[in-house]
């Protein structure tokens, strides 16, 4: 059993996020609840969207892809979709925005490779 649960343990953690996001999202009223509560329903998306795009991109590799850096791609495309997402919801959201937001996540990108390239030749 504990095999079981260890092999599956990210799709077991994605059913749970996806039941509390359910749960989080019908129980609340975006225009009546705080910003605290609503800060609380981006951070249960992010991970939502996090666990997601590791599962895709595991599943990628597993039919053959060669994927060196899985965990780094899923944290920049998280955060380009959440903060998408979190302009959207306040109506702030324009293609120049999502241009803009791609060449920062593009650059992040290279330089946290950089960071661990260096990190390894040490």
């Known amino acids: 059993m504990n095999k079981i649960i260890s092999r599956y343990k990210l799709v077991l953690l994605l059913t749970l996020l996806l039941i509390l996001d359910g749960l989080f999202f019908g129980f609340t009223n975006p225009l009546d609840v ?4 609503l800060l609380i329903g981006f951070i249960l998306v992010g991970l939502t969207v996090y666990i997601l795009i590791l599962l895709l991109l595991r599943y990628l590799k597993y039919l053959g ?3 060196k850096n899985e965990s780094r791609i899923s944290i920049i495309l998280t955060i380009v979709t959440v903060i998408a997402l979190a302009l959207e919801s306040i109506g702030q959201f ?3 925005d999502l241009v803009t937001l791609l060449v920062f996540c593009l650059i992040l990108y290279v330089y946290l490779g950089a960071i661990s390239s260096s990190r390894r030749q040490k």
């Open 34 to 37: 705080s910003q605290i509560f």
């Open 94 to 96: 324009s293609t120049i």
């Open 65 to 67: 892809f060669k994927l």
